[in-house]
């Protein structure tokens, strides 16, 4: 019997859900108190205020418990554990769902923060050749091709002009040619029709 006293004394500060205080400031609502209903320590508080007090052989106090009310508490103990180890072991699970979910956020938002920035690195660089440059690399080059294409096409300006002036200085050369071969050939027909007459006039007087 005083080892159930005692087992009953240790659950009872072990379970206990309120301070010690709250509960000798409860002792006069022993009307309340049962062990089919309310919490652990009401229960505890229960088979203390209805335990009889008595004094041994030695003159040492100690309390009478019914046998019947310390297997009504142990039963409603071992309920309340497996209640509480119920509820541990659900939000055990809740714990390691809710840790798996956030692992899996985690996961996608690396995933999201990788997709991210390859979405920046595309859109701060263009393809060039096959090849990734950054858009600053990009207007550059660009830039210098556009160049060079207006430095040829200026070049090539300069050339045809060049070229033109060249034509045209050659057709003036070609005209002037022409003009004193015709002059030539004018002075030279009319030199020859000259002879013939004076040969002819030499023929008719020999006659």
Known sequence: MKTLTKIAVILAV????????AQTSNTNDQDQLSLDRGTINSQFEY??????????????PYEAVKQVWL??????????????????EASRSTVENQAKEIEDLKAKLTSTQTTLDQTNTEKNN?????????????????????????????????????????????????EEVETEFEEHRRVALEREQKVRRQLQDEINKNK
């Open 126 to 174: 263009m393809a060039l050749l096959g090849m990734q440059t950054s858009k600053t690399n990009y207007n550059v080059i660009m830039w210098g091709i556009v160049a060079a294409l207006f430095a040829l096409l200026l070049f090539f300006i300069f050339k045809f002009k060049n070229s033109n002036a060249l034509t045209r200085g050659a057709k003036l050369k070609l």
């Open 14 to 21: 072990t379970f206990s859900l309120h301070p010690i205080n």
């Open 47 to 60: 088979v203390f205020r209805k335990s009889g007090n008595f004094k041994g052989t030695n003159g040492q």
């Open 71 to 88: 297997l009504k508490l142990k039963s409603n103990v071992l309920d309340s554990l497996k209640t509480t180890y119920g509820n541990l």
